[in-house]
């Protein structure tokens, strides 16, 4: 199926930039005239994704954020969340809930958050190559 | 994001203002534990009552605030939260070793 509409934005992982990602694609998002409920779900999803990129993805460097969204006619959003950083070795483990190399402030909530609040969560990653986060969510249509 | 705190009679209240992610919590954080340090408060109170948005971020700024707390056997209560940040919390499962009060205030 083809997107009826189609954005790709990036810029670097400075955790400032945090809160405008998510800003970005809930508002591009508002086209599919969600509920508050699922569009702060999808903004929630993002937030972990672009953290993820900048903590772990960028830990040791400033490196590029990539971000595409995509919305279909069915009220499908796919939201593709990319960096060029240091990979994720065990996918797996990383899943895991509460796992986290980020150390004691960081929860490990990351990946349940994205499962949690999304529809489905597609993750692949290559060691010193980076990783991608697929989220995907149907929006029901407010009446 | 902004951090009012007022302290009385051994509670500390934290009244946060704006979104809460991994960015602001820093900044949220350092408030929180220096002043936390140097009164030694029973109880910290996360008052969320102005806070739109959170993610997972939060939970790690409340377990951090929980860990901190139990160095002088003190506690933490959260209280006025939002749909949003209420399901951030249920996901966590926090409720079981921190207060939440039903009612803002």
């Known amino acids: 199926m083809k997107p009826v509409n189609k954005v790709e934005f990036n810029f670097p992982s400075n955790s400032v930039n945090e809160g405008f990602a998510r800003a970005a694609v809930s508002s591009f998002l508002a086209q599919l005239d969600p509920t508050v409920a699922d569009l702060t779900d999808m903004k929630t999803a993002v937030s972990e994704a672009v953290t993820n990129a900048i903590v772990h993805g960028y830990r040791d460097n400033i490196g590029i954020v990539y971000i595409t969204v995509k919305i279909f006619e069915n009220g499908k959003a796919i939201v593709k969340v990319r960096d060029k950083g240091c990979g994720i070795p065990d996918i797996k483990q990383a899943m895991e809930p509460l796992y986290t190399t980020g150390g004691e402030e960081r929860a490990g909530l990351g990946f349940a958050v994205m499962q949690s609040f999304c529809d489905s969560l597609r993750v692949t990653s290559k060691e010193n190559k980076g990783t991608s986060v697929t989220l995907t969510k149907f929006f029901e249509r407010k009446e | ?105």
């Open chain 2, 1 to 105: 994001m902004s951090v009012r705190l007022l302290y009385k009679e051994g509670v500390l209240t934290a009244r946060l203002s704006g979104e809460i992610d991994h960015h602001t919590s820093a900044e949220i954080r350092e408030e929180i534990d220096e002043t936390s340090q140097k009164l030694k408060p029973y109880c910290l109170r996360l008052d969320f009552t102005e806070v739109p948005f959170m993610d997972s971020s939060g939970i790690g700024l409340i377990l951090g605030r929980i860990r901190l707390y139990k160095f002088w056997k003190g506690h933490v209560v959260l209280t006025g939260l939002s749909a949003n940040v209420s399901k951030m919390v249920e996901l966590s499962g926090i409720g079981s070793i921190a207060v939440i009060e039903k009612e803002a205030g």
